[in-house]
Nanobody, 123 residues
Framework: VQLQAFGGGLVQAGGSLNLSCAAS????????MAWFRQAPGEVREFVAQ????????DYADFVKGRFTISRDTAKNMVYLQMASLKPEDTAVYYC?????????????????WGQGTLVTVSS
């Protein structure tokens, strides 16, 4: 599975941005999908995860109510809608995939990673 994340950019605090993750090489219909982020000098942290059926999602506390993860299995795409962005949301955002996760909040649980897309939120 090859993943490519895109849609990052510069946005003012309070604004919105939508990230996309395109998969190729294999269909994603039986993969768990997640978004992680990594700020400069920080460890990679969990943002959101969606089940392979798309009927369940999990979010980090700091994005609940602001971010929404979704997937379009037919298009082999996963999305992250981000609203009410804060300067502390500035990071490189990565999409990840794996066929089986136990908790789904840890980078080691995911085998496939996209290259990341930079989100910068100005104050």
């Amino acid at each position: 599975v090859q993943l490519q994340a895109f849609g990052g950019g510069l946005v003012q605090a309070g604004g919105s941005l939508n990230l996309s993750c395109a998969a190729s090489g294999r269909t994603l219909d039986n993969y768990f999908m997640a978004w992680f982020r990594q700020a400069p000098g920080e460890v990679r942290e969990f943002v959101a995860q969606i089940s392979w059926r798309g009927d369940g999602a999990d979010y980090a506390d700091f994005v609940k109510g602001r971010f929404t993860i979704s997937r379009d299995t037919a298009k082999n795409m996963v999305y992250l809608q981000m609203a009410s962005l804060k300067p502390e949301d500035t990071a490189v955002y990565y999409c990840a995939a794996d066929r089986s996760v136990r908790i789904g909040r840890y980078p080691y649980e995911y085998e496939y990673w996209g290259q990341g897309t930079l989100v910068t939120v100005s104050s």
